[in-house]
């Protein structure tokens, strides 16, 4: 792990409003709890720092993961993110959401290991595919011709409506969706965790990734979908009883 | 071909156009009158109703994924880092 001189401000300037606290360690943008968060983490309360940590970091190893090469070395990216977090803590003035602050210094740490690494090839993958062409539903789903042109030939069938309690009931389950997910490209992976994992708006999205928010939602619907294909594969595999 | 005369949330709209209107839907980003033609399609159409029912519980499975627990290696040199710096700051 290296040691992190640079010191980081937030780069948006946001009103934000009132939200509700969520769970598991998570604070609402910028609430007054998450005032009291980081008035904790700047007084040394060891506490708030673990939540704050156990919160984000697998989202954010899923991120850099996007930019670096390995498992390993994203989880020495996000290692020295969270280094630079308490070195520049002093200097977060609450006007970005503490969680877009970090996700934008992951963001940079991953992209300078991500050079530093010469993988041009991740990149230019990276900053090319999956904004356009490709539709999110596969076009042989649905009747080429005739009269029922545009509608659909093979329709999905609809989902219990315990399901998603079902699912979040199986290890094997949850592993096979963030197997998902971890298979998504970085571009769709990295939307996915930020606005359906980690419970972003869409305009810190777009501020923090820099993208408009046309590119958010082509981005999202192709990531969701992806992720819907692969919950309709577990379920039709033989696993009725999940 | 532009059709006149025709209000716009009743013209027809493909199951494959509105599959693309999800998200947006879902997430409260689809303009008003956009968003009535996809309601009034879902009404008529029980395989974008399941798609879309479907999309709305994948949302609702990602916001409640359990957190992956952190390596207790990496825990411990952050809790070591910050309290570094806390150390460093008195």
């Known amino acids: 792990m290296t040691t992190v001189a640079t010191t980081y401000t937030?780069?948006?300037?946001?009103?934000?409003?009132?939200?509700?606290?969520?769970?598991?360690?998570k604070v609402a943008s910028g609430t007054k709890e998450e005032h009291r968060l980081v008035a904790r983490l700047r007084m040394g309360?060891?506490?708030?720092?673990?939540?704050?940590?156990?919160?984000?970091?697998?989202a954010l190893i899923r991120m850099a993961m996007g930019y670096v090469a390995d498992r390993e070395v994203a989880e020495e990216v996000v290692q020295d993110t969270w280094v630079a977090v308490i070195e520049s803590l002093d200097?977060?003035?609450?006007?970005?959401?503490?969680?877009?602050?970090?996700?934008?210094?992951?963001i940079h740490k991953a992209k300078d290991r991500?050079?530093?690494?010469?993988?041009?090839?991740?990149?230019?993958?990276?900053?090319?595919?999956?904004?356009?062409?490709?539709?999110?539903?596969?076009?042989?789903?649905?009747?080429?011709?005739?009269?029922l042109a545009g509608h659909w030939a093979f329709p999905p069938q609809p989902w219990?409506?315990?399901t998603p309690e079902k699912l979040l009931a199986s290890q094997q389950a949850i592993d096979a969706l963030y197997k998902a997910i971890d298979e998504l490209p970085g571009t769709l992976?990295?939307?996915?965790?930020?606005?359906?994992?980690?419970?972003?708006?869409?305009?810190?999205?777009?501020?923090?990734?820099?993208?408009?928010?046309?590119?958010?939602?082509v981005r999202l619907h192709r990531a969701r979908e992806r992720v819907r294909l692969a919950v309709e594969a577990y379920l039709e595999g033989g696993q009725k009883a999940v | 071909m532009t059709i006149l005369f025709e209000p716009l949330p009743l013209r027809r709209l493909s199951c494959e156009h509105?599959?693309?209107?999800?998200?947006?839907?879902?997430d409260g980003a689809l303009p008003f009158i956009e968003n009535s033609r996809y309601q009034i399609h879902l009404a008529l159409c029980p395989g974008c109703r399941a798609r879309h029912a479907q999309l709305k519980q994948i949302g609702y499975l990602l916001r409640r994924l359990p957190k992956e627990r952190v390596r207790p290696a990496s825990r411990r040199i952050l809790?070591?880092?910050?309290?570094?710096r806390i150390a460093h700051s008195c």
């Open chain 2, 79 to 84: 809790l070591e880092a910050f309290r570094a």
């Open chain 1, 189 to 217: 992976r990295e939307v996915l965790v930020l606005r359906d994992v980690e419970g972003f708006e869409s305009k810190e999205i777009c501020d923090v990734l820099q993208i408009t928010e046309n590119n958010l939602y």
């Open chain 2, 18 to 26: 509105a599959s693309e209107l999800t998200t947006r839907s879902l």
């Open chain 1, 10 to 25: 937030e780069p948006f300037e946001q009103r934000r409003r009132d939200r509700p606290v969520r769970a598991e360690g």
């Open chain 1, 45 to 58: 309360d060891e506490v708030a720092f673990d939540q704050l940590v156990n919160a984000h970091h697998g």
């Open chain 1, 91 to 106: 200097r977060f003035e609450g006007r970005s959401s503490l969680k877009t602050w970090i996700v934008g210094i992951l």
């Open chain 1, 114 to 147: 991500g050079v530093r690494e010469k993988r041009h090839t991740t990149f230019s993958d990276f900053e090319s595919r999956d904004d356009d062409g490709e539709e999110a539903v596969d076009p042989a789903r649905f009747h080429q011709s005739g009269e």
């Open chain 1, 160 to 162: 219990d409506d315990r």
